[in-house]
């Protein structure tokens, strides 16, 4: 574990010097060179011993670097919490640069994007808000990044229903991502009411109406069960 600090510290010194403009890449291998004692091996015995001795700094490397990842994987579910989005997102985005295949970065990021968006604005006065649609795209993107990882990922099916749904206004691609969702987790009544939403907005009424039955049979709740009725009887209005 002190040689892991080790590293961090060294790791954050040449990041300090580097952004200073003042330090080579050369120099910085001059460095390493001096702290591993191993200059110009020649013989066999010294070529030897420098393989061994850098074999060991990249093992340590990859364990410091393995947990940097893990941290700001924390640090970004910590601001997440405290509804601090902006911050959780950049958090998630380096944890990603170490862990580019975990599907659940992928998902925070979604999460993350899209709370952003609803505080995206137009201060530029330019008659658009290209900063909110970008931040639509990216928690489609990530959405569906951690869907192509991870196939029955739940909350990222569900995630992604609700943005398109809600946000992007397309409850056409909502659907077969929001039925594989209720596929898996058959009683999930978040699910069934935006899937009911979307058969609704795509002009599926009768699929709608199915669903909100659906919800009506297995709530045990009065409060969903009212709010389950009243959107039947819309869907119903709107279908004469």
Not at 9 to 20: N, R
Not at 39 to 68: F, G, H, N
Not at 180 to 188: Q, Y
């Amino acid at each position: 574990m002190n040689k892991i600090k080790a590293i961090l510290l060294a790791a954050a010194a040449t990041i300090v010097l580097v952004s200073c403009g003042g330090v080579s890449n050369k120099t910085i291998i001059r460095h390493q060179k001096l702290e591993e004692g191993v200059e110009s091996p020649t013989t066999i015995e010294e070529l030897k011993d420098a393989i061994k001795k850098y074999q060991e700094r990249v093992a340590d490397v990859q364990l410091a670097q393995s947990q940097i990842g893990i941290w700001y994987k924390i640090l970004g579910t910590r601001y997440l919490d405290n509804k601090m989005y902006g911050e959780a997102l950049k958090c998630f985005q380096e944890a990603l640069t170490y862990y580019p295949d975990n599907q659940n970065l992928y998902y925070y990021v979604g999460v993350c994007a899209g709370y952003m968006s609803h505080a995206a604005m137009d201060y530029n006065a330019s008659g658009t808000n290209e900063v909110k649609y970008n931040y639509l795209k990216l928690a489609e993107e990530a959405y569906l990044r951690a869907i192509s990882i991870e196939d029955r990922y739940v909350r990222a099916l569900y995630g992604l229903g609700v943005l398109y749904v809600f946000e992007l206004d397309e409850p056409e691609k909502a659907i077969p991502h929001l039925e594989k969702a209720l596929s898996i987790d058959t009683k999930n009544l978040d699910t069934m009411f935006v899937l009911a939403r979307a058969y609704y907005s795509s002009y599926e009424f009768d699929k709608s109406i199915e669903i909100y039955d659906r919800i009506i049979e297995t709530t045990k709740s009065e409060d969903t069960k009212k709010t389950a009725e009243e959107n039947k009887k819309i869907v119903l209005d709107a279908s004469y």
